[in-house]
């Protein structure tokens, strides 16, 4: 673990007194210019560029800002970049840089910071979880002049602004030299955004204080809140309690067997965003899983038995407190980009033993399915779940369900049987997913930074490429569809689970918009009107 880094707390203090006690004069309990935040993701950095998790990204957002950003109802705006044009060969974009744009040490943010960052983000060594899937077809980043930033790609791209908001800008000395534990003891954090580091311990509290000076891009206000905790409470019966007894302000992944109370609990407020994220079972697909034995996941029949296994209205109704919607595809069928034809599979333990038995796996199998038990609602109960409703057709689970500081290199490296994984599927195309998590593992064109199944197809492959390129938003539609059908119809590659909704909870003295990427920042919180 990497050791805390504290500007203005002492260590070693309980968290409430270190924070008050501290030299810029943290606001004291109930003070309405301090805003307690509850967050139920365990984060695994605050580097930027190490790890592409939204956990990650949550807690960078709030000192780190993008080149473009999107807003909480799914629009593309300007941040650091005001202006954004295709090149005229149409191998790439170019970005103006908003001259206004500080870092917090009032130094300008310049477009040699931005393609720092932008080539860290995609080379930093010995990341779980690397960010190309969000710049697919970058070649490279150069800044033309200390306002205007070219990006040069593998020809027509248009879909890259879209990825942009995922990366965040730091000073280019700093991406030039600084590790991810530079970030963590403190010393690299420099960023634009409007709050300042304070101190951070991983895995429990990243302390801010307002940034006075900040640049304040298209005018906008300053936060709210002088101070901002946000507090890791992993334990969704802490994080509640923290909520109505008044030491947290606001808290997100509300356990939906919870909503009902917490939401008739005066002075508490509850809102919710339809299923933005999906949840899904990965499976390995590598020729052997243990040495000397064949996988059985290998044959299409068996992970279609294993499909057949799961009762996906139970798990959303029963695990998810009907907070959720069977899912058979990777988007929701209210977005466009979803196939209608594709529907969750109904569940059929007959024909998933017949299909078992058909395979020559009729006496079953030992699996081991890995999960979180500290990153999404309800994952520690939800691998269960799925793992006694295999061992009703003959497969024998061990279950293993760890922080996602371990679970993540492990998903990575392929070293399971069968993963609980996910995917948030917020305002952009779904291009991130298929040239992430099922295009074939390549790393000289970067696909498949998050492929640790060993999946690949060919013919998706190719359609990937095709619409990454393609600047027709239909034909960029069929393409999704299409790959939508090839990866859980036809392959059935991953098993969909479910669309899971997000929920937050909050005092009465706080509104929050909630966002259509699910992301928990201060920034969209503001102090409730008397």
Known sequence: MSR???????????????????????????????????????????????????????????????????????????L???????????????????????????????????????TRAMTIPNSPGRFTPFLAGLIAAEAVSPSLLRLRTEGPTPLLPGGLP????????????????DFNAGTAVMGSGPFELVEYRRGEVLLLRRNEAWWRPGGRPLPDWRRLELRIVAQDAARISGLLTGELDLIDNLPPQDLARVSRTPNTTVIRQPGTRIMFIAL????????????????????????LAIDRQALASQVMGGEASPAGQLMPLSRVEADPAIRPPAPDRAAARRLLAEAGWGQGFRLNLIGTNNRYAGDDQLVQAVAQMWSQVGVEVEVEAMPSVSYFPRYGAGRFGAALGAWLTGPPEPNSFFTGVVAARDPARRRGAVNG????????DSMVDRALTNLDPAARLAIWREGARIVFAEDIAQLPLFHQASLWAMRSSVTYDARLDSLTLAMDARRASA
């Not at 030039?176 to 534990?181: D, E, H, R, V, Y």
């Open 4 to 78: 805390p880094f504290s500007r203005r707390a002492s260590l070693g203090l309980p968290l409430a007194l270190a924070f008050t006690s501290a030299r810029d004069g943290h606001a004291q309990a109930g003070d309405s210019s301090r805003l307690r935040i509850g967050l139920a993701a365990a984060p695994t950095t605050i580097d930027p560029h190490f790890h592409a998790d939204s956990a990650n990204f949550v807690l960078a957002r709030h000192m780190f800002e993008t080149l473009i950003q999107w807003s909480p109802d799914g629009r593309l705006l300007p």
């Open 80 to 118: 650091l970049a005001r202006r954004w044009r295709p090149l005229e060969d149409g191998a790439g974009w170019e970005l103006e840089m908003d001259p206004a744009a500080r870092f917090a040490d009032g130094m300008p943010v310049t477009a040699g910071d931005a393609a720092a960052s932008l």
């Open 166 to 181: 995922a990366i965040l800008i730091i000073p280019e000395r700093i991406a030039l030299s600084a590790s991810p534990a």
């Open 284 to 307: 390995n697909q590598a020729e052997q899983l243990h040495p000397g034995q064949p996988n059985p996941m290998r044959d299409r029949r068996v992970r279609e038995a294993l499909s």
């Open 453 to 460: 199944t060993g999946y690949s197809n060919p013919r998706l």
